[in-house]
């Protein structure tokens, strides 16, 4: 019944045009979840949008998975209703759950050390997007960072993983002042780099980061090994993943 349901899963999100095919998702996913267990856990997905990691660690044996989409807060309008779409197409005892907070908004409501493995991605930039911006340069914005990820560590239990992505502002394209024509919706000053977000992270009390670059899904194994280093992922979009201990 489970592996009938995953199947399900892959076949909803691919015919929902959600991603291009199911060898580039299960790649996509395999890698983005490498070495964390999801069987059993609590889990939140910050700005999760349609609900793509929420589903996928539900139907991976999630015990509750918490996908927090704002999206009256300024995010792609139709999502909320997507993640509707999409959860009609599982049993209604899948434990999913949408809430439309802000991760802040939502922090002020959650008991501490309740999730296994909090998910950002693609959203770290957007929890202050203008403290963000100006982080290296304003001390009150670094802050402001900070207490934004000690409450984070607070509602993560003992030896929690935190999964980040992003790109990093550190990019050929950025930095010779070119339009970067692989990822051309970029803002790249709204971006920091791995090492800046690691530095955050460990002030607020987390500890054994480690850093993958990320290649393409659709070229695999192959890809992953060949252009999964920064000084190629430099040259072309500058994605990156962080896990991170509790």
Not at 68 to 73: S, T
């Amino acid at each position: 019944m489970a592996q009938k349901i995953e199947t399900g899963f892959f076949d909803q999100v691919v015919n929902r045009k959600m991603y291009s095919s199911k060898k580039n998702l299960k790649f996509h996913l395999d890698n983005l979840f490498e070495h964390v267990e999801l069987a059993q856990k609590e889990v939140l997905d910050v700005g999760g949008g349609k609900g793509l990691l929420t589903f996928y660690a539900a139907i991976k044996g999630a015990k509750k998975a918490i996908c927090l989409e704002p999206e009256q807060a300024g995010s792609t309008r139709g999502v909320i209703n997507a993640f509707r779409d999409l959860q009609q197409a599982f049993p209604a005892t899948l434990p999913v759950e949408l809430m439309p907070f802000t991760l802040q908004e939502f922090l002020q409501q959650t008991k501490p050390a309740t999730f296994d493995v909090v998910i950002m991605y693609n959203s770290i930039n957007h929890l202050d997007e203008e403290a963000c911006i100006h982080l290296l340069k304003n001390e009150t914005s670094y802050r402001r960072y900070v207490n934004i990820f000690k409450n984070v560590y607070r509602v993560m239990k003992k030896k929690a993983t935190l999964i980040v992505t992003d790109c990093s502002c550190n990019n050929f394209f950025n930095d010779v002042g070119m339009k970067n024509r692989l990822v051309p919706t970029i803002e790249w000053h709204k971006h920091q780099q791995p090492h800046t977000w690691i530095k955050l992270l460990k002030e607020s009390g987390f500890r054994n980061p480690e850093v993958v670059w990320l290649s393409p899904n659709r070229l695999g194994r192959p890809g992953r090994f060949f252009f999964g280093n920064y000084f190629i992922s430099y040259l072309t979009t500058s994605f990156f993943k962080i896990s991170i201990e509790k």
